[in-house]
């Protein structure tokens, strides 16, 4: 449509150029009217031959204008009114029985306004000229008087002398605006171009870095491990008094350090598991899976933590549900990091509940909904980021990989977590593994 919007550039530059030819259109017409009407007053001219010279002098020029401001193409339409123009010019030529002088004077006006746009447009000019030369003659019973007066001659001069300086003037104009234009934009691909090749340049850096961080700690896995499994073991021998018995203090200490050790080692689990998924040094054991065996099995281990908040477990997954070609490790922990975090952040004597189906496009969705605190849906992606951790009224520790560590399991299985949440209602969680792993479906 033509009042679609448009950039203010270009807005800005479409109306210039449209009141740049507007006030051409004005001088020039109104110059040529002075030519071409000075041979109708040496013979009797019919009203309807000066009532069209008057309109196409006084009228034309601002109809022209308002077909190009509504225009959305602004160069088209004003290739349009030149074709306009020139059917008219030879209609006139015909109305002054070809005269020699105002004849020349139209084709010299039609050569700069053609010309000034493109040379195509002078071959179509020229053939409406014809066109309007020969309607026109036919209307006036094919008059031909080229002769022409002093009077014609001193009426046309201001048309050569005047309205060439007027268009080259626009022209160069024109001409001095398009070249600032294309420099700016020169300017501007030039900057953007460089912006580019920098922020490319910054982000292999950061990939490679990454790449780096992803490969050392993927590499570190047996040195992070076997000194924090020796501390938990050497504390949990101590509290059991397998050196001797403890005070309290000292068994307290114990406590503290089997505890505090636990904690660093789920932390250090889970980075190295991320870490090894980015280096793509994760390969997955593909085997036939029953979802509800797995499900069943994953539920027993958070049973007693559900059990110590009075929530209930529940899983509906129906028999016919066909089985999975997947990893079985990775997707139990999946499964487990789902259940820890809706047994977190779910109230005592909250409900948790899997469920496992195939939906309509051959996927097999695996579920795990709870009535917990849920939040809000413009924090799920800070949920999804690592290390983020949201403000909650649950003061659980945490590493705040879990669903970043999903989100790359499922991912290297081909599928997709998605996450629903509402506060105060509650939170689901979705695998949805593809069509192709799943068997028999």
């Known amino acids: 449509m033509e009042d679609q919007p448009h950039p203010a550039p270009l807005l800005e530059n479409r109306v210039r150029f449209v009141r740049t030819v507007y006030r051409i259109r004005i001088v020039g017409l109104l110059l040529l009217g002075f030519s071409l009407g000075a041979p109708l007053l040496d013979r009797v001219t019919p009203p309807g031959d000066w009532l069209f010279l008057l309109s196409v002098v006084f009228v034309w020029p601002h109809i022209a204008y308002f077909l190009s401001r509504r225009s959305r193409n602004p160069a088209a339409a004003e290739v349009r009114n030149v074709l306009v123009d020139s059917l008219f010019g030879g209609v006139a030529m015909g109305a002054i029985a070809f005269n020699i002088i105002p004849c020349v004077v139209v084709y010299l006006v039609l050569c700069i306004n053609s010309f000034g746009l493109n040379t195509k447009l002078f071959m179509q000019s020229l053939v409406m000229v014809m066109c309007g030369a020969g309607v026109s003659a036919a209307l006036h019973g094919f008059q031909f008087d080229p002769h022409s007066s002093l009077r014609d001659i001193l009426f046309s001069l201001p048309v050569l002398l005047v309205y060439p300086i007027v268009a080259g003037y626009a022209s160069r104009n024109a001409a001095r605006r398009l070249r600032r234009q294309a420099d700016a934009l020169s300017e501007e691909v030039t900057r953007r171009i460089a912006a580019e090749a920098t922020a490319q340049r910054a982000r292999v850096a950061a990939e490679r870095a990454n790449h780096a961080k992803s490969e050392f700690l993927a590499g570190m896995s047996h040195e992070f491990r076997t000194p924090l499994n020796a501390i938990i073991g050497f504390a949990d021998a101590l509290k059991a008094g397998i050196a001797g018995s403890l005070n309290d203090k000292q068994a307290d200490y114990a406590e503290h350090i089997s505890k505090s050790g636990g904690l660093l080692l789920e932390l250090v689990n889970d980075l190295l598991d991320l870490s090894k998924l980015e280096a793509g040094k994760s390969n997955l054991s593909e085997v036939a899976i029953s979802v509800a065996l797995l499900s069943r099995d994953t539920l027993t281990l958070v049973q007693d933590q559900a059990h110590k908040q009075h929530q209930t477990l529940t899983m509906e997954i129906p028999d016919s ?76 520790e945490g590493t705040g990989l879990g669903l970043p560590l999903v989100h790359e399991m499922i991912t290297l299985h081909g599928g997709q977590l998605k996450l629903q ?6 939170t689901r969680a979705t695998l949805y593994f593809p069509a192709s792993r799943v068997l028999g479906g």
Do not use: W, Y
């Open 321 to 396: 549900l066909p089985q999975l070609c997947a990893d079985a490790r990775l997707v139990k922990q999946m499964l487990l990091n789902l259940l820890s975090n809706a047994v977190k952040f779910t109230h005592d004597g909250g409900t948790i509940t899997v469920r496992a189906v195939c939906v309509e496009d051959g996927r097999l969705a695996l579920t795990v909904q709870d009535n917990g605190i849920g939040m809000r849906p413009e924090d799920i992606p800070r949920a999804m980021a690592k290390f983020e951790q949201l403000d909650s009224d649950r003061q659980d």
């Open 421 to 426: 949440s509402e506060p105060g209602v509650g």
